[in-house]
């Protein structure tokens, strides 16, 4: 089918699983022309249909990352915290301000967790150097400000977003930045329970040894 | 086990724990006790005054007028789930939480067996029991007047996994609600003669439920997976259709079930696939 049909299908879909089958097909057909409607399915407050969307507005990428953020003006929360997974998932760093602003201040704990772990994965191969520091310093800020976010899943994201800037971005890391890095990820590895750890304080103490047995940073 | 559903008062405004007391020791304002008894909860408050103030809005009763839009003994039902919260200090609490136990009110009878499970109160074992005791034809029935069963069935198999102590009573009372006519129900059960056993079969059972049609049982496998913390369910709770937060709940599950002395790369590895 060609992906005019494929979008025709989805708006002709006439129940809850038709319109997931059809956002799904659309979805795995990767082509950018699909990403005005599969950002319109992001506002019909179907998550599976929605989850669906985000696959294939991730699986599209860098075409999609301008449509998606004009699209970030609409009043529709549900479509905006869709959007910001996507960007999370592309990893494009024109969506950084997106993702430094929903961390810090995003009411729902599933895109402050999207965000966290989108700025450890910026795919920054195609800047400038200068830039890349830039971009890879305030990443590093914004996880660090999230470090004490109250639910467990963010501070999570945010020990996982930190290991993949320091094992990914090591070398554009100051050797002042890193070790802020690596004291956050301490600060975090450590409870009150000698006897009890908690899956976040696990997931730092492994983030740790992957950072200081990798070699791949600089120090 | 039923997912947990985000509650109304997230986006509340902060108060402080000096404030939340004020508020519970208030008898003519329930909505503000309702509040407060979550908030002395949710911050698993270790005030003096926590305990006690909690105690005595478990005795509040307030009758359900029709159309007035508050659940029956709202104040008492949260303040029996907030003290189910605050950890060992609040052993003190476990004779009126058996108390509850056998309540008229099925909701309040549902929070007592919670809380009993969460503060491992292995002195209820035999009253959970008795509840349970008439089989899934009686105390599994659905009930005459609502969409419950006759007892909140749930709650109370859950309870006595949580308590840890096995033996063939025990054991027999689960499994007869392992095929009750309710796949929630089969789910719970499992999850206790899982943590209780080790078997695999019963793993296999919850494994089952996370491919069933339903997603509101798929998610109590979930769940119930997770509280048992049985890890040959890893990539099987991976692949589930539903939420990624409730399936990042269950893996959590599973790492905190075991020692800490070694890392979970497998398990973290589809955690962070999900975020």
Known sequence: MSVEQLIASVRSADSADALLSAVERLSQAKHPA????????????????AVAAVDGLIAIGEPAVEPILASLHTNNYGARAWSVR????????????VLERALATD???SVRRAAASGLGRLDLRSLPEDQVSELVERSLQALLAACGDGEWIVRYAVVVGLEGLARHQGQRVSDLSLAAL??????????SDPLFHDVVQRRSALALHRIDNSGGTHG | ?????????????????????????????????????????????????????????????????????????????????????????????????????????????????RSLGSLKAKAALPALLARLQSG???????????????????????????????GDEVLGVLESFSTHERPVVQSSACRSLLQLTQEPRWGERLKALLLHPQLQVRRAALMDLGAAGWRPATQAIAATLAENSLKLIALRGLVESAPSDSFDEEIFEVMDGLL
């Open chain 1, 34 to 49: 699909a990403t005005t409607c599969l950002l319109e399915i992001l506002g019909f407050n179907n998550p599976g249909a």
């Open chain 1, 86 to 97: 996507a960007l999370a998932g592309i990893g494009d760093p024109r969506g950084l301000e």
């Open chain 2, 136 to 166: 899934p034809d009686v105390a599994g029935a659905r009930a005459l007047d609502s969409a419950t069963l006759v007892e909140p069935c749930e709650a109370l198999l859950e309870a006595i996994g949580d308590l840890g102590i096995s």
């Open chain 1, 182 to 191: 690596k004291r956050a990820l301490a600060g975090l590895a450590v409870g």
């Open chain 2, 1 to 113: 086990m039923s997912a947990p559903s985000p509650t109304p008062f997230e986006m509340a405004e902060p108060i402080d724990e000096e404030e939340a007391l004020r508020w519970l020791r208030a008898t003519d304002d329930p909505s503000a006790q309702y509040y407060a008894a979550w908030w002395l909860g949710r911050h698993r408050s270790q005030h003096p005054d926590t305990l006690p103030l909690l105690l005595a809005a478990m005795r509040q009763r307030r009758a359900r007028q029709i159309g007035d839009g508050v659940e029956e003994n709202a104040v008492a039902r949260n303040a029996t789930r907030a003290v189910g919260k605050l950890g060992p200090h609040a052993s003190e609490a476990i004779p009126t939480l058996l108390e509850l136990l056998d309540d008229p009110d099925y909701g309040l009878r549902e929070a007592a067996a």
């Open chain 1, 107 to 109: 009411v729902g704990p």
